[in-house]
């Protein structure tokens, strides 16, 4: 039996007398947030006025009363599913644990401290900072360029110490379920359930670790239930272990949402039920997904593969990076899960990867992205920094974490690859005296921790590290061999066209910064702070230079704004483009490119970075865009000064027959010409439809004022539709577009319609009051042309005012500030900055393929 301790508690700084009211799971920052106590960290600059909040020791504690029964249970353990993080434990003021990770569950055996009646619990938590600092003194790590310096010794996310998009907030406190168990007789320690498909048929060998306490033999049931269709039960006798096998004919197989006809993944439950006298005493259930995932790495025409196979079919992963949702994590309810996971759906994405400097992500998130068909890449919690492995107290810290996490999580049909770190190897060549640090992550990240997790899990692949290569740093930055973090666009101011130089195997990282939704710079920022170079928005940018990157790469299409609100939409529209140029690219090549995950989904507070959805849930541009060149099937278009090719990309397990057409227009008269034909696109490939010539073209129109529009219909209803544009759009005779919208109310949602007079170039549709996404949204609208989107009726907005607040923009609605030569200039001077100029240099170079052996270790 378990009594939990979550709820109230009270709290105090060590040093101060007065207890004050706490909640458990959370942290002294929320604690001190309700109190009034700081102000809001993430509004203007509060974040740097609550650093001392990170320097000083804090305790918890709160009174548990212990009746006889309880006490005379067998075995008596304070379980604590997550402690943040270094901290001593006791009850009724004896020391009974400590903790000093943060990504490990403690079970600390209390019977022999707990009296009868009331018993206090508590907790001391010592500051993140000053501890990081101490050790740091015993032990140099490396210099840190994200966050404080010596963070590699302390097992918390690493991001709790900033980062080029998280503020410095490290938190303290009991941040998961706390508990005591009361056990009697036997519990159930662990669950392992392997899976081999033949055939139609999958055999489960379940296999369960039992604590028995009872001296005796106790029954046992293994209940397998499908989805559909009737439960398999298997009984016997146990003592220490169970060992059974399930077969299953006809398996509902599990698939990615991609390959799916389905909202929810097919499911089974595997539930072990340990018994006495038909009395159960103890029952875990697993829910699992049959399939199998693999990470083909073999060598092939191009060098190495890196190509994910689900179920025997090769997928072209379509994803994002994901970082820790807040920085304060409790408050990231399931709710906010939901939103977050169906902002991954609505955008076609199969993929996403936990990052490594964040968390090892909940059972909440594995168990939804299970239900939703998104595979996660589960980064080890180490990132862009070298580790002190070589102390054995810290190595036997991070095998544990190891043990409970891959334990932890090994069962999901979701889980596709461990890896072993975020670029700790890419960034080594920044510590060349580090000797030891550097032997240490080859020896952990290739040697150590690859059986430790074969110890559990022997199902599911394993890379070193992330971007990685052949072997220790060898290759990582290589096209031919593994996957690639591209950061040349952006970090290296590279043109954005710049991707379509890369044929990646696998591009695991690249990305483009934007403003978040106006919304969200209401809640921080005032009227007055309103300008990239602000105190307030210099806060809330944390990348370096990261303000005056976003202009570098706005005045390469889009002359510059007089209104700053403006930059929003200069910003996420470039944003979008650019992934979606580079994603459609990777996709065009598919086989030998085998991935696209930008960087990044989401944010952790209000801020201006790479992701695509901002921290209060505001789709920017990207989130709306990538549904459609993330569409498993889809129209793409790779244009050149000489040719456009209409390629249509598909990525589902079976031939799709539509029609495919494209049209020449004018921006005034409308469509010009058209041609449109049927093709049958075979399974998991891509075709080109049509292959036009520019010169062609150019003898009926002029370029300046026309476009190609490629569309992809199924019986009449267009699936995907791509625009592509003769020259950057400051360099175009785009007219100014008037819009119009009509909107209706319809049973929980509001259908919008809109139509523009003439070409109306990136047209956004803007909720003032609501955050909920629209259907569809920064698209182009064609002379005369009427679009209709929905959005969700939002309960939070007052009635009617959800309808009445709804704006249109496009590109010619925003005014330019001075001339093109003083964008000139501003583009100059931010290229020439010393940090920006070098940079450039650096990322110029385009690496030569991997040339040795291609045997990846
Ligand atoms: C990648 C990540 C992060 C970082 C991002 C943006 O390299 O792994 O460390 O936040 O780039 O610079």
Known sequence: MNKSLNGSWQFKEVNENDWLNATVPGCNYLDLLKLGLIPDPFDGINETNVYWVALKDWEYKKSLTVNAAELSSDNINLVCEMLDTICDIFINDTLVGKGENAHLKYSFDVKSFLKLGENTIRVVFYSPVRYVEKKQEEEKCPRNWNGLDGIPHIRKPQCHFGWDWGP??????????????????????????????????????????????????????????????????????????????????????????????????????????????????????????????????????????????????????????????????????????????????????????????????????????????????????YACQPYPFFEEEFLENVKRETAYNVKRLRHHASLAVWCGNNEIEALSAAWPLSKKYIEWTEKFFYHILEPEIRKFDDATAYIPGSPCGVSHKAGFDKDNVGDTHLWAVWHGLQPMEYYRKRLTRFCSEFGFESLPDIKTIERFAKPEDYSLTSKVFKAHQKCMSGNMKMVYYIATRFRLPKQFVDFIYLSQVTQQECVADATEHWRRNKGRCNGSMYWQLNDCWPVCSWASMDYYGNYKALQYTSRHFNAPVSVSIENSKEKITIFVLNDKNEDIKTNIRYSVFDFKKGILKTEEKEIVIKALTNEIAFDLQVKEIAKAINLKQAGVIAELLNDNNLISRKTVLFSKEKNLKLPKALLSKSVKLEADKLSITLKSDCFAR?????????????????????????????????????????????????????????????????????????????????????????????QTQ
């Open 762 to 854: 990136l047209v956004r549709v803007e909720s003032l009051c609501s955050t909920l996404p629209f259907s569809d949204n920064y698209f182009d609208l064609l002379p005369g042309e009427s679009k209709i989107i929905t959005q969700t009726i939002d309960k939070t907005c007052k009635p009617g005012e959800q309808a009445e607040k709804i704006t249109l923009f496009c590109c010619t609605d925003v005014e330019a500030k001075g001339s093109s030569v003083g964008d000139f200039l501003t583009r100059a001077g931010i290229f020439l900055k010393p940090v920006n100029f070098v940079s450039w240099m650096y990322h110029r170079k385009i690496p030569k393929d991997y040339e040795g052996d291609f």
């Open 168 to 381: 410095v907030l490290p938190p303290s406190g009991i941040s998961r379920n706390i508990y005591v168990e009361f056990l009697n007789m036997a519990k159930i320690d662990d669950i392992l359930i392997k899976q081999t498909h033949s055939g139609d048929k999958v055999t489960l060998d379940v296999f369960a670790v039992i604590n028995n306490l009872s001296g005796s033999a106790l029954d046992f049931e293994v209940k397998v239930s499908p989805p559909n269709g009737d439960m398999i039960i298997k009984t016997g006798k146990c003592e220490n272990s169970i060992s059974e096998t399930v077969v299953i004919d006809n398996p509902e197989l599990w698939w990615t949402n991609d390959l799916s006809d389905k909202i929810n993944q097919p499911l089974y439950s595997v539930l072990v039920n340990i018994n006495r006298d038909e009395e159960i005493i103890d029952g875990t259930e697993k829910i699992i997904g049959l399939r199998t995932i693999t990470l083909n790495r073999e060598k092939d025409q191009y060098g190495s593969n890196f190509q994910f196979i689900l179920n025997g079919v090769p997928l072209f992963i379509k994803g994002a990076n994901w970082i820790p949702a807040d920085s304060f994590i409790n408050r990231f309810d399931e709710e906010k899960l939901k939103y977050s996971i169906d902002a991954a759906l609505f955008s076609n994405m199969n993929m996403l990867r936990v990052w490594g400097g964040g968390y090892y992500e909940s059972d909440e998130m594995y168990s939804m992205c299970d239900k939703a068909g998104i595979l996660l890449w589960q980064d080890f919690c």
